[in-house]
T-cell receptor, first 113, second 117 residues
Framework: GENVEQHPSTLSVQEGDSAVIKCTYS??????FPWYKQELGKRPQLIID?????GEKKDQRIAVTLNKTAKHFSLHITETQPEDSAVYFC????????????FGRGTSLIVHP | EAQVTQNPRYLITVTGKKLTVTCSQN?????MSWYRQDPGLGLRQIYY???????DKGDVPEGYKVSRKEKRNFPLILESPSPNQTSLYFC????????????????FGPGTRLTVL
């Protein structure tokens, strides 16, 4: 089955800095890579996603990049704000079979004012 | 309002006492799944269902049962809970193959925090 590795497990930055979270996956059949944000005490919610036929996608201060050859993808947050503090999960979804994503272990992002 | 609901939100129980956590979605989604979230381990899939009467094991199915008798409901059953099942549980649904695509957002319920003493 799919295996998703996510790093770092904890990331501490100053407000205004950039933050980068990296994930690798093992199954070359995976073709959809969503990122979820989970604020303290809340449910995970989708913030951005990327499909395997796209190399990069941006949405305001967040961007995702995908390198299919190397099987890794990353989340980039620029000009971080305290409200960006949360746990972020990457996931890889297979193109066949269950279509259910496999999640990374999560990154706790702390943005210090 | 489109949503996934879970009940109860909090539950403290004792070892061996059977319990059920309900999950319901009103989005007519084909796919539903259960995850448990533990510190440092992320979201691990317990069971999933691709349609009514179709269920399959995820990564950590031991000690759990599910059923999918109706499209909107996907209860999680712990026949004989043990302390190692103390965790935060999330139900999720997605549209599955809607539009012939696997690019499906998971909609999560609010979570159920279970403590087994």
């Amino acid at each position: 089955g799919e295996n998703v590795e996510q790093h770092p497990s904890t990331l501490s930055v100053q407000e205004g800095d950039s933050a980068v979270i990296k994930c690798t996956y093992s199954d070359s059949a995976s073709n959809y890579f969503p990122w979820y944000k989970q604020e303290l005490g809340k449910r995970p919610q989708l913030i951005i996603d990327i499909r395997s036929n796209v190399g990069e996608k941006k949405d305001q201060r967040i961007a995702v990049t995908l390198n299919k050859t190397a099987k890794h993808f990353s989340l980039h947050i620029t000009e971080t704000q305290p409200e960006d503090s949360a746990v972020y999960f990457c996931a890889a979804t297979p193109s066949g079979g269950s279509y259910i994503p496999t999640f990374g272990r999560g990154t706790s992002l702390i943005v210090h004012p | 309002e489109a949503q996934v609901t879970q009940n109860p939100r909090y539950l403290i129980t004792v070892t061996g006492k059977k319990l059920t956590v309900t999950c319901s979605q009103n989005m007519n989604h084909e796919y539903m799944s259960w995850y448990r979230q533990d510190p440092g381990l992320g979201l691990r899939q317990i069971y999933y269902s691709m349609n009514v009467e179709v269920t399959d094991k995820g990564d950590v199915p031991e000690g759990y049962k599910v059923s999918r008798k109706e499209k909107r409901n996907f209860p999680l059953i712990l026949e004989s809970p043990s302390p190692n099942q103390t965790s935060l549980y999330f139900c999720a649904s997605s549209s599955g193959l809607a539009g012939g695509s696997s690019y499906n957002e998971q909609f999560f319920g609010p979570g159920t925090r279970l403590t087994v003493l």
